[in-house]
């Protein structure tokens, strides 16, 4: 990387690169990584980690250059937080059980919130650069940590049905602004059922679209072996072809 960056003989493009530009494509190389896994497709997962690796050394290369810390920094500080939230392991400390566990690690980040940012607001580093179904799950669960959350999945269930008859009043009043607002709570809710099932809301919504994938593309091939154009099918043809597609699974 010191050589794809050099001035006068590297590569143009990494040259040119900063920390904003690099960073879609290390939330992209993450993404990838899942994928293979999800595939348990191993082969590539080495390949993925490799491409992932290269993102943690170019941003760190970086940082180098700017004077600001290099790889053996990056290392050694996971090294040290690791360490810090193990004291069951790496010190004499002792738990009786794995929520005692659990309580005593989110007591460990709220100190490291508390020193890292001067406050000691539950919420304060959640990013905002999340995707949105992930920080909405672990805005929850932050905020469950002091208890401020629904105590089973009945109130959940509740709540979701109470959205749903706000949403549509919201479709009846045509206004556009209260319709994102009120599908927003929506969204907030079944990601809070999902947190009480212990379901990623994520994971469950990527493998709901390729659910979706690839029963439209069983529409799609039937057609395409018909030798008909899927633009001029009715809505019932493809309904009809959707349950065979589902069927088949």
Request: net charge negative; with cysteine; aromatic share 6%.
């Amino acid at each position: 990387m010191e050589k794809l960056r050099d001035p006068e003989t590297g590569c143009p493009w990494d040259i040119e690169q900063r920390f904003e530009t690099v960073a879609p494509y290390t939330i992209e190389e993450a993404y990838e990584v899942d994928d293979a896994i999800r595939r348990g497709d191993m082969a590539d997962l080495k390949s993925e980690l490799g491409d992932l690796l290269l993102q943690v050394v170019f941003h760190a290369r970086m940082a180098e250059e700017a004077g600001l810390f290099d790889l053996d920094d990056v290392a050694t500080s996971i090294s040290d937080k690791m360490v810090r939230r193990h004291p069951h392991v790496f010190g004499d400390t002792q738990y009786a059980d794995s929520e005692a566990q659990t309580r005593s690690w989110e007591e460990l980040k709220a100190a490291e919130r508390k020193e890292k940012t001067g406050s000691d607001g539950l919420l304060d580093d959640v990013p905002l650069a999340l995707p949105g179904l992930k920080r909405a799950q672990k805005l929850q669960k932050r905020a469950g940590t002091v208890g401020f959350d629904w105590p089973d999945v009945g109130r959940v269930l509740e709540k979701l049905d109470e959205e749903v008859a706000e949403v549509r009043e919201a479709l009846e009043s045509e206004d556009a602004d209260k319709i994102e607002d009120e599908i927003g709570d929506l969204l907030f809710v079944c990601t809070n059922l999902a947190r009480k099932t212990k379901v990623d809301s994520e994971a469950a919504l990527r493998r709901a679209s390729a659910k979706f994938e690839r029963r439209f593309r069983y529409i799609e091939e039937t057609l395409k072996a018909q030798k008909r154009d899927i633009r001029k099918a009715s809505l019932e043809e493809m309904e009809s072809l959707w349950i065979e597609a589902k069927a088949r699974e």
